[in-house]
Structure formats: C-alpha cells, structure tokens
C-alpha cells in the first residue's frame, strides 16, 4: 500500500530554515512525479513544489529562491528545504504522489513561521 509520512516540521523565527523530509513505500520509488503542497487555516490547499522523474522542478511563485524540492532515491525520501521562511509561509504542508492514476497523501507536518 502507497503511504507517505512527512516529517520536520515545527516552529521557526521569520528569516530562518526548516527542511521538510517524506518517506515513500508501497511503491517503486523514483518514476512518479511527486509534490509538496500546503493548506493555512480558512484557505485551499496550494501547491508549493513539484519534481518530475527526470528532475523537471516546478515552484509556487511565493517560494521561487527560497525553497528547493528534491528526491533521495536510495533512501525512498523526497525533501522540501525553506529558507527565509515568512510568517505567511505557516501552513500545514503535504507531501503527495500520484501512482496508477491515483492520488496519495500524506498526513501533513505543521510550520509556523512566527515574526
């Protein structure tokens, strides 16, 4: 079964990094575009970063520069490193792949970014 677990989430001061990590299993890791997306109180959820098998990155203009997405294959882990965190960048943020056609979640790991 497809599951995926974030991880390194928490409390940091505007100005500072945070580096988000999701472990994948049930699948064959490495051929499937996976993302970060994130969702604050009251609004939908947006897509932060994308990466595509080949190495293809995708960003929401509000990260662009400050955060950057990429894969470990050995180790099954797709990461999300922020940088220069804002207050508007609290949120709680998912990781999600899509194998076969369908979609799957992770269960969210919580930033907030405090001025």
């Known amino acids: 079964q497809v599951q995926l677990v974030e991880s390194g989430g928490g409390l940091v001061q505007a100005g500072g990094s945070l580096r988000l990590s999701c472990a994948a299993s049930?699948?064959?890791?490495?051929?499937?575009?996976m993302g970060w997306y994130r969702q604050a109180p009251g609004k939908q959820r947006e897509l932060v970063a994308a990466l595509s098998p080949g190495g293809v990155t995708n960003y929401a203009d509000s990260v662009k520069g400050r955060f950057t997405i990429s894969r470990d294959n050995a180790k099954n882990t797709v990461y999300l490193q922020m940088s220069s965190l804002e207050p508007e960048d609290t949120a709680v943020y998912y990781c999600?792949?899509?194998?076969?056609?369908?979609?799957?979640w992770g269960r969210g790991t919580q930033v907030t970014v405090s001025s």
């Open positions: 999600y792949v899509m194998v076969r056609k369908a979609d799957y």
């Open positions: 049930g699948y064959i890791f490495g051929g499937n575009i």
